[in-house]
């Protein structure tokens, strides 16, 4: 009989493994920890890093949402033992999860951080024809200039550093002035490990993957989906379906260099949890092409969220798991006030609590999470609209690109 899960989200894995200084979005990312509440079983257990208040657990159970045994804060010796289940493994999260009673079957540490590294993901590109055509990964200047020479200094370029996800430190320059502008980062960049400079893509639409490495070696629960992100990197969303024209017209090709990378990754001796990212980007000539595993996430993905949750509550639908900052919605005190903000709108679930407590502060979180889910793409991006358009602000910046279905 298999050991229940603890769950623990910790969103800064990323900056750890950059060894990046995260003193100031430590409070706001703490609050992501809620999300990993849709994977939860019945007998597990959720770590999380902020208080939540209790009718956040009776809400999300009226939705059809499996309420864990246990939510927790602190350390708790008290909790049976059970499996330890992080975003991503560093040494804060094993802590986490032993002082909860958790084992931790982990990677390497080095394996971890060399897999997560844009430079590993770079060299696979080179010899796997991935990626996107002319990227060079730079560990100094010298490195940059000559990446520079070989590129012909075309602009756009775009720079991403070696850690870090959501468009963390993706700087776009588009001529000498702003490069030079730019040096700062860039030494800062070199400072953390090097970063990847490549050619700026007209990109047409983000695609991801999500998968299992089991520690024999297998791969299991390959999933592809469409992920939505603004014109900096970060991410605001992910679509799957069971019908996408705009993801099936690459499927062969996702799956054929998703099991090359995740080959990969075995090889190198990683196991557990794992995404890849690409895009659909136009070239000059107007001609459609996959830029295929831009960036290896040895981690979690929220794809894996938003899968946990449609196959809880909506299997077989049409889903979309969608964040919103705080500047852009307001949310009301209560789940009885919320439940009339959707009125009529029974297709909406709100992951995230509409109040988290930080010390003795209940504040709105940071960014919101929605998911929708509907039986057609029309009436799931129609529902989006409707409940963005009663709980922003202001209005869109821009339209989502969808397909005709």
């Given at each position: 009989m298999?050991?229940p899960?603890?769950?623990?989200?910790?969103?800064?894995?990323?900056?750890?493994?950059?060894?990046?200084?995260?003193?100031?979005?430590r409070?706001?990312?703490?609050?992501?920890?809620?999300?990993?509440?849709?994977?939860?079983?019945k007998?597990?257990?959720?770590?999380?890093?902020?208080?939540?208040p209790?009718?956040?657990?009776?809400?999300?159970?009226?939705?059809?949402?499996?309420?864990p045994?246990?939510?927790?804060r602190?350390?708790?010796?008290?909790?049976?033992q059970?499996?330890?289940?992080?975003?991503?493994?560093?040494?804060?999260?094993?802590?986490?999860?032993?002082?909860?009673?958790?084992a931790?079957?982990m990677?390497?540490?080095?394996?971890v951080?060399?897999?997560?590294?844009?430079?590993?993901?770079?060299?696979?590109?080179?010899?796997?024809?991935?990626?996107?055509?002319?990227?060079f990964?730079?560990?100094?200047?010298?490195?940059?200039?000559?990446?520079?020479?070989?590129?012909?200094?075309?602009?756009?370029?775009?720079?991403?550093?070696?850690?870090g996800?959501?468009?963390?430190?993706?700087?776009?320059?588009?001529?000498?002035?702003?490069?030079?502008?730019?040096?700062?980062?860039?030494?800062n960049?070199?400072?953390h490990?090097?970063?990847?400079?490549?050619?700026?893509c007209?990109?047409?639409?983000?695609?991801?993957?999500?998968?299992?490495?089991?520690?024999?070696?297998?791969?299991?629960?390959?999933?592809?989906?469409?992920l939505?992100?603004?014109?900096?990197g970060?991410f605001?969303?992910?679509?799957?379906?069971?019908?996408?024209?705009?993801?099936?017209?690459?499927?062969?090709?996702?799956?054929?260099?998703?099991?090359?990378?995740?080959k990969?990754?075995v090889?190198?001796?990683?196991?557990?949890?794992?995404?890849?990212?690409?895009?659909?980007?136009?070239?000059?000539?107007?001609?459609?092409?996959?830029?295929p595993?831009i960036?290896?996430?040895?981690?979690?993905?929220?794809?894996?969220v938003?899968?946990?949750?449609?196959?809880q509550i909506?299997?077989?639908?049409?889903?979309?798991?969608?964040?919103?900052?705080?500047?852009?919605?307001?949310?009301?005190?209560?789940?009885?006030?919320?439940?009339?903000?959707?009125?009529g709108?029974n297709?909406?679930?709100?992951?995230?609590?509409?109040?988290?407590?930080?010390?003795r502060?209940w504040?709105?979180?940071?960014?919101?999470?929605?998911?929708?889910?509907?039986?057609?793409?029309?009436?799931?991006?129609?529902?989006?609209?409707?409940?963005?358009?009663?709980?922003?602000?202001f209005p869109?910046?821009g339209?989502l690109?969808?397909?005709?279905?």
């Open positions: 298999s050991l899960k603890t769950y623990y989200l910790d969103p800064l894995f990323d900056l750890f493994l950059g060894g990046y200084p995260f003193d100031k979005v409070r706001s990312s703490s609050e992501m920890s809620v999300l990993f509440y849709a994977c939860c079983s007998s597990d257990t959720l770590i999380l890093d902020c208080d939540v209790e009718d956040y657990a009776f809400y999300l159970s009226d939705t059809g949402l499996c309420r045994a246990n939510i927790i602190k350390k708790s010796a008290d909790l049976p059970s499996t330890g289940i992080p975003w991503g493994w560093s040494a804060h999260a094993a802590e986490r999860l032993r002082g909860c009673n958790a931790c079957d990677p390497d540490w080095e394996i951080k060399k897999v997560n590294n844009r430079r590993f993901c770079n060299q696979l590109g080179i010899h796997h024809s991935f990626g996107v055509p002319g990227s990964f730079c560990e100094s200047e010298t490195a940059l200039d000559k990446a520079r020479a070989k590129l012909n200094t075309t602009f756009p370029l775009v720079i991403k550093p070696a850690f996800g959501s468009g963390f430190g993706m700087k776009v320059v588009h001529s000498e002035s702003e490069m030079y502008a730019q040096m700062t980062h860039i030494r960049c070199i400072d490990g090097g970063f990847v400079l490549e050619p700026w007209k990109r047409v639409c983000d695609l991801s993957t999500n998968c299992i490495i089991k520690k024999d070696g297998s791969i299991d629960l390959v999933r592809h989906q469409r939505f992100s603004n014109d900096f970060a605001f969303g992910i679509y799957c379906a069971p019908v996408d024209p705009a993801l099936d017209k690459w499927s062969d090709e996702l799956e054929r260099t998703a099991l090359i990378t995740a990969e990754l090889h190198e001796g990683y196991y557990g949890p794992a995404g890849f990212d690409h895009f659909v980007y136009t070239t000059v000539t107007g001609e459609e092409c996959l830029a595993v960036e290896i996430n040895g981690r979690h993905v929220m794809s894996h938003a899968h946990a949750v449609r196959n909506a299997p077989g639908k049409y889903g979309f798991l969608r964040m919103i900052s705080k500047k852009r919605c307001t949310l009301p005190q209560t789940y009885a006030e919320w439940n009339r903000l959707i009125s709108l297709n909406v679930v709100l992951l995230t609590p509409l109040r988290i407590c930080h010390d502060d504040v709105q979180p940071s960014r919101t999470a929605l998911f929708i889910f509907a039986d057609s793409e029309s009436e799931l991006f129609e529902t989006d609209s409707t409940v963005r358009a009663r709980i922003e602000r869109a910046v339209k690109v969808i397909s005709n279905v």
